[in-house]
């Protein structure tokens, strides 16, 4: 990784400001006739968009993707060539009015100290280059991604918000679609509503936990030792915006477990592939696949936009108070479960292309 | 980071099995003029080194280091010259018979199965490439990178095995060298020694959770977006051997809170200039450094060499158990902990060169 | 360099085909709080676009530039922020129709047969992404670059069209934007204006060979050895469409030199600073620059684009006769010279950062 | 490129001084279960080897190479495992004394003085990491990289000496390892001989072109637009000791040709896949194969080591002169060939498998 760019053979360079006139991003080393639609990865993009219900910030984007290179249109749909595919998502409810307050005052929590000290200059107007709009092309590009390796499933849940966690016994993949927290328990989801209600009208805000799982990734994906795929997996969930820990498995829970506890078991299975009695590993040994489902978890921080004044400084050094007003998710956790599905299939393509390189 | 090299600036490339000749590393793009000491990178190895005391593996190795290339003898000590510095460690007791029955085994836990898997082939004295071994040229590595910040402060310490804990109100870096744990409190460590002496003569394994910290870190150092420093140490951790999780200041714990009580509040200090009330950050914010001290934890998984009979598979596909009796760490967290404090280092001096060279 | 990226720490990714809604780039790594003008950046533009002479495609493109990302207005003009600059020309003259006819037939000298046995698929129109539309990004890229290393001044030059070569007695840079070859002798120009129009008429095309010089580059950029600035800029210059040569200084012609006639002699200048009685090194010894003016010279091949039908074969196999009726270049070499500047700004203002990297 | 690395999934890191204790390579992204062997790797450095007659340098180095890691001996030999190769030459024969004079004196036309203003240190004994010993560790991993690609044929030959060129009616593969010069023609290498004969006595030195040409690449591999093919020879070619220069094809000469004479026709081959009529574009267009040979042509510079004096400064800025006795090659452009072949081979290694991973 390096700087705006990820990925190895499959590489994404995202680009862009919150209130720019636009973001998007470049995608190099996608394969060529690859199937993809635009309405497909305009519908990952809606899922992670601002404004679908109170629990996400306010502001209305259409969040409307043109591709612009790196693709032809045939008879029977639109394919990659195999050169760049540039995608652009423009900016349209920018209200940039809002943030004047805070251009010479540093929001605790936030990113506008740290820029400022290593660039001299930043963007304050709605996060610059640090807001999760960002994320936005990071959805994009999982959308081409997924379709380079078809065959692996890639789903994303909040499993926990605040004090609330999920009952793992309760778990539906369906039921990610039916609430606005992206939860695969219904019952947690219907606590959550209160909650997050409860916090939102308090003008605070809440962290949350999510896990992402890819189903379908066979054994081998993966490299020793500094390429390991949970390598660049922790490193491309902890790029996320507002992620301060990640998890293989049982991550850090491993830290409790015995050598017995932790080792998955061994069979070979019906089909004449091995499995994996249990997957404390979360299907990478070694930093490489095992055929298992990858499991990856991570903790998302609560905005720290919020109402309460908190005290910080500004720009020539005073001491001040800052409380911000603008519009802003309670939970930027939610939105957090479109992207890392997003990331886990860029990792994964990449790693894919990788493999084939190396071993074909 | 790509398979067996990591940084961009400050490059790290290691090479070499636990039971070939030699192994090693390769350090390009280290500042010239920078005063390295044999003895200062053979003291943090020795801190790695197994068979120090009877909570790490028995094997015997001396691990002395040579240097290849890339530095001068001057009248008044060694320099580097800004050409790649090269490594050498040489194996001396392998043992290899050791392993000879489970050439054609897959041990549970560990990374037999993926990379035959991947390769279709492995070198199954020892592990490996997969072999703890590896980090040996980790830590020649960070002691350079150490001297290319030596404003920076880097210790690590084991902040938990197994069910134990410490008491954070004992932190005391100074006990960190007074007991084989690494750890800051003594009397957690008096606890541990009983603990860990009942699960090395069970023939069992451990896990347990560390923490590197890093002071004297400027604000300014990291990246948007993919080259976050946060980013880059999420990987650089997950790629040690057996950790399963990373951590950033509160880590996985942001999911439980508010916005009041993560966004860390800022002052103007008594020198001029600012500092954090908190540090729930762990002294990064948006992917760069924040100048409060930069906080990381990972989680090692338990050592998946264990006495008790494990189900697992052969490479022709049968079933069998598999139970290990060579040498073997009863938990590897202890000797992960001068790896992390490596890793920290070549993160940081990797971080340092690339500020430098974006912004002077 | 790596597919459709070139530069380590300034880093330059293209996009975008021939005939495609538009092409543009993405700069990341600049420095902040570079003064840069957009007047500027259209002015590299203007000089490279086509459709200015009778002797360059009469395909008419604004190539009006666009900036999306990176940059903030202030109240004394536009400065870079540190985040990735990204920009955009739309395309606007396609007339894809002219194309439709060799869908299915390899153009001789063209990349379409192996863009197709690569790929599978290629965008036939106009060239694709083989294009020399592409190189109008490396020049808003390089209107960048140039102001990172505001004191290194870039010209380059036509100095051979076919048979005719310049007297370098003649040289004067001022001459090169006095005629439409960027021809830095006005006699050699003036003989290149009948040659080219019979050329031209006669729908065929010629070769060239353009110079470019940098001045002001001060001793030490570069590095050994495979990071050295001559191996760096033979590829920036390489990648530049049609071309299939580059010399560094005396190039080619050293083959021919005896030891005495090529190691430039040294003495101390003036002003202190050492000075070099000869460049046939072309300011680069080692992979390290000299302090001496870089230059670098390469060839163009002619537009393979002509009016006799040359044999070839169609996709199916058949053996076809192609020839080209469309807009083109007689001699791409021309608008190959602004595109020259900016490959060796982009080239330099990387090492600039690299070598502030590692030294400081 | 970067540094001291090269290749992208095929990457070669090299290591060492002319006067350390030893230099190397490692070559990381080998695919796992490729025959090798030792005698062979052997072969191609004896062949680079200096001292083999009295037209190269007198030094006498055994060039042994070992290989530390990587590599696992089956019952039938010796294969790779996937994972770093690395390989240890030692220098034996180094004699620091002969450099003693010069340790403060820039030698015109050596890299002397750009290290010393890049780094303020160098390692002046035998041009530290500026010496053509560092391409003994380029045919080390030369010579795993044609195992890679087996079927390609990788050949290179010196096509000319000062003013001595071949006469290609003469080429003869087979006459190139019957004489000194690596020479295809026979009668050309018998006038080399008294021409190189009094050169060297004269203490005096010569430049040289070298030609390498790759047989069996299939059409497809290399990849728009940076990193062509020929963008990444280019590279190769020019980091290798005193290359000034890099043609494709028919190189610097295409500035002369017209259209008609530069586009290569097109046929269908007996065997069913396309033939070209001719190979002016010399295996590449567009930066990707076309099937027919690779060939590469690169002049190189004579040694700057002589004995007439030349004017030069010192460290202090005093104004010397220099003159030098050591062992040198009279026409280093000799012992280029071996690394050319190298050089090709790692880079089409890279290409194939950069190919595989995108296109599969």
Redesign the interface.
């Known amino acids: 990784?390096?700087?705006?760019?990820?990925g190895?053979?499959f590489?994404v360079?995202?680009?862009?400001?919150s209130h720019?006139?636009?973001?998007?991003c470049?995608v190099?080393?996608?394969?060529?006739?690859v199937r993809i639609s635009l309405e497909q990865i305009q519908a990952y993009l809606d899922k992670r968009k601002p404004g679908q219900s109170r629990f996400t910030t306010q502001r209305r984007e259409d969040d409307a993707v043109?591709i612009?290179?790196?693709t032809?249109e045939l008879a029977d749909g639109l394919?990659t060539?195999?050169?760049?595919?540039?995608m652009?998502i423009e900016n349209t409810d920018q209200r940039s009015k809002d943030y004047s307050e805070i251009e010479a005052r540093?929001?605790?929590?936030?990113?506008d100290?740290?820029?400022e000290?290593?660039?001299?200059?930043?963007?304050h107007r709605g996060g610059?280059?640090?807001s999760a709009r960002?994320t936005a092309a990071r959805v994009a590009a999982g959308a081409i991604a997924r379709r380079v390796i078809p065959n692996v499933t890639i789903r994303a849940a909040l499993v926990?918000?605040?004090?609330i966690a999920i009952d793992r016994a309760n778990w539906n993949w369906d039921e990610v679609d039916n609430n606005p927290f992206f939860c695969p328990d219904a019952k947690a989801a219907a606590t959550m509503e209160g909650y997050l209600d409860g916090?939102r009208k308090a003008g605070?805000?809440?962290?949350?936990?999510i896990e992402v799982v890819a189903e379908g990734v066979?054994?081998?994906?993966?490299?020793?030792?500094?390429?390991?795929l949970?390598?660049?997996?922790?490193?491309?969930?902890?790029?996320i915006?507002a992620v301060?820990?990640?998890?293989?498995?049982?991550?850090?829970?491993?830290?409790?477990?015995?050598?017995?506890?932790?080792?998955?078991?061994?069979?070979?299975g019906n089909d004449?592939t091995?499995v994996f009695?249990a997957n404390?590993?979360?299907g990478?040994?070694?930093?490489?696949?095992?055929?298992a489902p990858v499991v990856a978890?991570f903790?998302?921080?609560?905005?720290?936009?919020?109402l309460?004044p908190?005290?910080?400084?500004d720009r020539a050094?005073n001491?001040v108070e800052v409380s911000t007003k603008g519009r802003h998710d309670p939970c930027v956790?939610i939105r957090a479960v479109p992207i890392a599905e997003a990331m886990m299939a860029c990792v994964l393509a990449d790693h894919y292309?990788?493999?084939?390189?190396?071993?074909?």
């Open positions: 990784m390096s700087h705006n760019t990820f190895h053979l590489r360079t995202t680009f862009g400001e720019g006139p636009a973001l998007g470049v190099d080393g996608c394969p060529p006739n043109k612009l290179s790196g032809m394919v060539t195999g050169t760049p595919i540039a652009l540093y929001r605790p929590g936030h990113a100290y740290t820029y000290a290593k660039y001299g200059i930043r963007d610059g280059r640090s960002e926990s918000m605040g004090e916090i605070s805000s809440i962290g949350a936990t066979p054994a081998g994906w993966g490299a020793p030792v500094y390429g390991k949970d390598a660049d997996l922790a490193a491309a969930l902890m790029s915006n301060k820990g990640v998890e293989i498995g049982d991550g850090m829970g491993v830290a409790r477990l015995t050598g017995e506890q932790n080792a998955d078991e061994m069979r070979m004449g091995p009695l404390h590993a979360g990478i040994l070694g930093g490489i696949s095992t055929g978890r903790a998302v921080k609560p905005t720290s936009s919020i309460t908190r005290k910080s400084i050094g001491e956790g292309l990788r493999h084939r390189g190396q071993v074909g």
